[in-house]
């Protein structure tokens, strides 16, 4: 059986088609480039980690922690001392890694350096890595942002 007629032409199905197509491509383009100009990351105001997973840190060394869906970089100094940073660079928020045998914090990003207690020193970053804030409850390594009770 042939139809008389359709609801649309040959012409107007492949233009749907091809816009639909060319639709699709530019959303999967567009929506990386909004997500990194809008990101959607909901900073933690604290996270509770199991001390006994970090007390063992040596001197001039430093352990990761998971800061929301960014790095917290927990380091501990030569007295001893616990000093918690977001290890987010201040520049573009790149990851940043403390470096012992220099005795300071590097971002690759852009040759970005923070001295051994997070002080912007030399590269783009405008500003000191942001502390945290460290109490130890029990069995509990409590950290913090700043202004949290
Ligand atoms: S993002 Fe770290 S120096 Fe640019």
């Given at each position: 059986m042939k139809l008389k007629h359709s609801l649309f032409s040959r012409?107007?199905?492949?233009?749907?088609?091809?816009g639909g197509?060319?639709?699709?491509?530019?959303?999967a383009l567009v929506y990386p480039i909004v997500r990194f100009i809008f990101p959607s990351y909901k900073e933690p105001d604290e996270v509770i980690l199991l001390y006994a997973d970090y007390k063992d840190i040596l001197p001039n060394?430093?352990?990761?922690?998971?800061?929301?869906?960014?790095?917290?970089?927990?380091?501990?100094?030569?007295?001893?001392?616990l000093m918690a940073f977001v290890g987010v660079c201040t520049h573009l928020d790149c990851n940043v890694e403390y470096q012992p045998e220099k005795r300071k914090f590097f971002c690759a990003c852009h040759d970005g350096w923070y001295d051994e207690f997070g002080t912007n020193i030399s590269g783009p970053?405008?500003?000191?890595l942001r502390r945290l804030?460290?109490?130890?409850?029990g069995e509990d390594l409590i950290i913090k942002k700043e202004g949290v009770e």
């Open positions: 012409r107007q199905f492949l233009n749907g088609l091809i197509w060319v639709g699709a491509i530019m959303a060394s430093s352990k990761i922690f998971p800061w929301g869906s960014k790095p917290g970089i927990l380091k501990k100094n030569d007295d001893g001392s970053p405008p500003k000191p804030f460290i109490s130890i409850e």
